[in-house]
C-alpha cells in the first residue's frame, strides 16, 4: 500500500514526521488524506467534515484509531473539553459556504479556550482566520511551499497562546 500523503505543505509534513505523536491526540476540521496519515502518526485522531463523500472514504478505511463526526457548526456543545484537552487541532475544513475557518478558530479559542498547538492550512487562502490565529498565539512558524497537489500555499502552526 502506498504512503497517503496529505494536501499539507510538503515542509510542514517534514516538521510534522519529526514530532513526538505517537501517544497524542489530533482534532481535525476537514477529513481527509490527512485523515489517513495522522492515523499513522498519532495515538487517537478525531475528524469532523461536513462533506458526506469524505466522511464514507474515511469511514471504509476502517481505521481503528479514528472517529468520524459529521461537522455541525454546533459542534462546541457536544464535548467541550475534548477539544480543550487534545494536544493539537487542524482546521482544513472547505469554507465554501460561509468563512467556516475563521467561525472554528473563534469557537476553539473564544469558547472552548483552547490553548494548545492549532494548526491551520492555506492561511494564504484564509487571511481573516490566519490573521485571527496571529493576535491569539504569541508564537507562529509559517510552512510556506508546495503541497503534493502543487499549489503554492502555507501552513501555519500557531503554539504559546497568548
Avoid at 12 to 39: A, H, L, P
Avoid at 56 to 73: A, G, M, Q, S, T
Avoid at 117 to 142: A, E, M, P, Q, V
Amino acid at each position: 500500500m502506498n504512503k497517503v500523503i496529505p494536501q499539507l505543505t510538503f515542509d510542514f509534513i517534514e516538521w510534522m514526521e519529526e514530532q513526538d505523536t505517537v501517544e497524542k491526540t489530533i482534532i481535525e476540521f476537514g477529513s481527509g488524506d490527512s485523515t489517513i496519515y495522522f492515523s499513522t502518526k498519532f495515538k487517537k485522531v478525531i475528524t469532523y467534515e461536513d462533506e458526506s463523500a469524505w466522511i464514507e472514504k474515511i469511514k471504509n478505511r476502517h481505521l481503528e484509531n479514528v472517529d468520524v463526526n459529521f461537522l455541525d457548526y454546533n459542534f462546541y456543545k457536544k464535548e467541550p473539553d475534548s477539544f480543550k484537552n487534545t494536544d493539537f487541532i487542524l482546521i482544513d475544513n472547505n469554507p465554501r459556504q460561509f468563512n467556516s475557518r475563521l467561525y472554528v478558530a473563534q469557537v476553539l479559542i473564544e469558547k472552548i479556550k483552547y490553548k494548545n498547538t492549532l494548526i491551520l492550512d492555506n492561511g494564504n487562502w484564509n487571511g481573516d482566520c490566519y490573521f485571527y490565529l496571529r493576535t491569539k498565539y504569541k508564537s507562529y512558524h509559517d510552512f510556506i511551499g508546495i503541497n503534493p497537489r502543487g499549489d503554492r500555499t502555507v501552513t501555519t502552526v500557531f503554539y504559546d497562546r497568548k
